[in-house]
């Protein structure tokens, strides 16, 4: 009959094993514990809060009250964008006072509220570019954006990026959101 | 034929299997306790958003679809102890819809310990659209020092304007493990843009 070899493992073939399998464990480890950070960091990313809040900022762009002169869209085109402002609402003050009402409710930071070409690029290039003028998360909102080159569906020529500045339990968080906008 | 070894395990070798084993629960423990809490907050959070995602949209594709040209709002107490916010909003299509708060809080633990007498008032929540009722999701419930229910989940804030013409609506939810950090929210310009 065939003799068995019925000796185990040696010390020293456990320990390669072991050595082994911690070294594919730590590199699982090293490689998606980040994405736990980037799934909560996204959290904040087109959130329904901001997307209707920035549905609301879209369409006083849009209104026909909402000055943008062909100034304006050299601007964007040379720049990568301009800044929105409630003060670009030509004649009623009262639809001044409800565009101001409207970011703060929303929690819209008036300082960011960008309008830049449906094409995310030059405006990408931009804040790349000048690194010290961009929060670090607003950059990294803007570096996890498609560049949308194959252009809107709806004849969009322009984007809106604003940042929502949220405040509970004496704690500040921020909301990040995009929409295209037909103007 | 061959020889098998038959001696079994000694007591000393038992002794060290057990020493290991008990060394590598005390070590995975917390690790799996952490992860355990995790998961539940990761639930809660889920059934939160869901609820607010589907009342948000329902509310807010009214609001964009149909046009708001007016709002108003009044809060009440039924014979119930029960606040009610009542807000009316009309449509440009001439339809009108209410959305309707209902809270009764019951006292927290510090309120209780103080206060053994008098009515007791079980938390209750109910947010109501169109005639349709949204109740809050079941995240379990206990009771205080008087015997009433605390539920979980409560609604803790209610915030409702209409200054400027932008009709404002927060209602604030409330978790022991996620505390504030989620609610409702509703802005929409009146009658403008």
């Not at chain 1, 090293?30 to 959130?47: C, M, S, V």
């Not at chain 1, 085109?77 to 009402?101: H, L, M, P, V, Y």
């Amino acid at each position: 009959m065939r003799k068995l070899n019925n000796k185990g493992f040696m010390l020293v073939e456990t320990l390669i094993v072991a050595v082994f399998l911690v070294t594919i464990f730590s590199i699982l480890y090293t490689n998606f514990y980040p994405l736990i950070g980037e799934y909560e960091r996204r959290e904040f990313y087109d959130d329904i809060d901001s997307k209707y809040s920035i549905y609301w900022i879209k369409r006083i762009v849009q209104s026909g009250s909402y000055r943008l002169t062909e100034a304006d869209k050299t601007t964007i085109d040379r720049n990568g964008f301009i800044k929105f402002s409630c003060n670009n609402i030509i004649g009623d003050e009262d639809q001044k006072a409800t565009c101001q009402e409207t970011l703060t409710r929303t929690g819209a930071d008036p300082n960011n509220i960008y309008i830049i070409d449906f094409v995310t690029s030059d405006f990408k290039y931009a804040v790349d570019n000048n690194k010290s003028s961009y929060d670090e998360d607003l950059r990294e909102y803007i570096n996890y954006l498609p560049e949308f080159t194959k252009g809107s569906l709806n004849g969009a020529q322009f984007r809106l990026i604003v940042v929502f500045h949220n405040t509970k339990d004496d704690n500040d968080f921020y909301s990040y959101a995009t929409i295209e906008v037909k103007k | 034929m061959k020889k098998l070894n038959s001696k079994g395990l000694t007591i000393v070798e038992i002794l060290i299997c057990f020493v290991l084993v008990a060394l590598i629960t005390v070590s995975v423990y917390s690790s799996i306790s952490t992860f355990n809490n995790k998961k539940n907050v990761e639930s809660y959070k889920e059934k939160i958003y869901t609820y607010k995602n589907t009342l948000t949209k329902i509310i807010q594709d009214d609001l964009i679809k149909n046009g708001l040209i007016r709002a108003s709002y009044d809060l009440t107490t039924d014979s119930n102890n029960i606040e009610i916010y009542t807000i009316n909003l009309s449509f440009r299509d001439g339809t009108s819809k209410s959305l309707i708060i209902k809270r009764r809080l019951a006292m927290d633990f510090n309120e209780a310990q103080e206060n053994k007498e008098g009515v007791k008032k079980d938390d209750y929540f109910m947010i109501e659209y169109d005639q349709i009722e949204y109740p809050l999701p079941d995240f379990g419930e206990y009771q205080n020092d008087r015997g009433e229910t605390i539920k979980d989940l409560r609604i803790n804030n209610i915030i409702v304007s209409t200054n400027s013409n932008v009709l404002t609506v927060y209602i604030g939810l409330y978790h022991p493990d996620l505390s504030t950090r989620y609610g409702i929210s509703l802005v929409c310009p009146i009658n403008s843009f």
